[in-house]
């Protein structure tokens, strides 16, 4: 129970004085505005729009400074900005063979149609601290200045499809009936839910939570040996049918890395021997989070597939359920509260019990 706190208005007030000023920091130092985080903190940006379910760079910027950049709180503040926005169609689903493509590997062929494409990647780095800010400066000076604005000359397919086509690879096929997906923002999730609702609450899921299921896949709890098939980051083309039109118009592109996982599979009564998948997609540039995500994905089909589900990864309500940082982080960070009427409850409890035990 939460009970108001005499002069607790003005304590308020004063509080969040001093998290203006927190906010602030020393005001010698230059204050950072969004732009700078927008362009520079590009990565955390795209965190935070993937886990607020809104794709919005300046806006996740903003909420990015304002939470002094606390992801979790950032996040909590686009979604709440999310809930006051009209709602005026659907977008078709998004083809990332039509990707602009910033980068491209995949760990399980040498070669792909239309190359493999390094891109901006911590992976190659030394991840030695640069004091000086100069080996970074000479870096991006010495960058190829690439650009993207083209469409690609012809679709990147995924060289996955090849292998699908042989049967080597199962294929990617909508749901028998491809049934319209449900909205996880707006209809309430009941387990077990398809695999298109699981989707959604991965994408919208903490990565450390994500990212933890994902790894306790490859530490053996799970029956997965997976190969990252293909990742991919790019632009992609976003379109809608408006219905005074009758035909699809594109209004725009949204960034996107998709990553599809490659998991083998010995076979069942009803599947022949063949490789699986798991599926990772999220806005912006996330190859952690959609790797992850692939592997919780392919472990949550067990059913598919008749496995053994004995792992928590392979919990479709345990994973999903506590992944959502913002509902996690209320439940936890509430306990800040006053709680002192509940707490006196239990211990004149307490009290009364131990009376009984002549304690």
């Known amino acids: 129970m939460y009970i108001a706190v005499k002069g607790g208005e003005a304590a308020i007030a004063a509080s969040l ?21 927008r ?39 686009l979604r709440a900005y999310r809930t006051t926005l009209p709602r005026w169609g659907a977008s078709l689903p998004v083809d990332t063979t039509r990707m602009r493509v910033r980068r491209r590997v995949s760990a399980i062929f040498k070669d792909v149609p239309g190359g493999q494409l390094l891109g901006a990647s911590f992976d190659y780095t030394q991840r030695l601290l640069d004091f000086d800010g100069a080996e970074a400066a000479r870096a991006a000076d010495a960058a190829p200045q690439a650009t993207f604005d083209g469409e690609p000359e012809a679709p990147l397919a995924s060289p996955i499809d090849a292998l699908a086509a042989e049967g080597l690879i199962e294929p990617c096929e909508p749901a028998p009936g491809d049934p319209e997906p449900p909205d996880v923002t707006r209809d309430p999730p009941a387990h077990p839910m398809p695999r298109a609702a699981r989707l959604q609450m991965l994408a919208r899921a903490d990565e450390g939570w994500v990212l933890g299921m994902g790894y306790s896949t490859q530490r053996g709890y799970a029956y997965t040996h997976p190969f990252a098939g293909e990742i991919r980051h790019g632009a992609v083309p976003l379109e809608i049918v408006p219905d005074e039109l009758g035909f699809a118009i ?15 599979f010995a076979g069942s009564a009803t599947r022949p021997p063949q490789f699986t998948r798991g599926q990772g997609l999220v806005f912006g540039h996330g190859e952690r989070k959609a790797m992850a995500m692939s592997l919780v994905d392919r472990v949550l089909r067990a059913d598919e597939f008749d496995e053994r589900a004995t792992s928590p990864a392979q919990d479709g309500e345990f994973v999903l359920s506590h992944g959502d940082a913002v509902e996690a982080s209320g439940f936890v960070q509430h306990l800040k509260l006053p709680h002192y009427v509940t707490f006196e409850t239990e211990l004149q409890l307490i009290r009364a019990l131990r009376e009984e035990h002549g304690r």
Not at 20 to 29: N, T
Not at 250 to 261: A, F, N, P, Y
Request: charged content about 30%; glycine content about 6%.
């Open 250 to 264: 594109e209004i725009g592109e949204v960034e996107l890395t998709d990553c599809q996982m490659i998991n083998q």
């Open 17 to 37: 004085a001093l998290l203006a000023r927190a906010r602030r920091g020393d005001p010698e130092v230059p204050a950072l505005d969004g732009a700078q985080v």
């Open 39 to 77: 362009e520079q903190l590009r990565l955390l940006v795209d965190r935070v729009m993937a886990e607020a379910s809104v794709y919005d760079p300046d806006l996740a910027a903003l909420a990015i400074r304002q939470a002094r950049g606390d992801a979790i709180e950032a996040v909590f503040l």
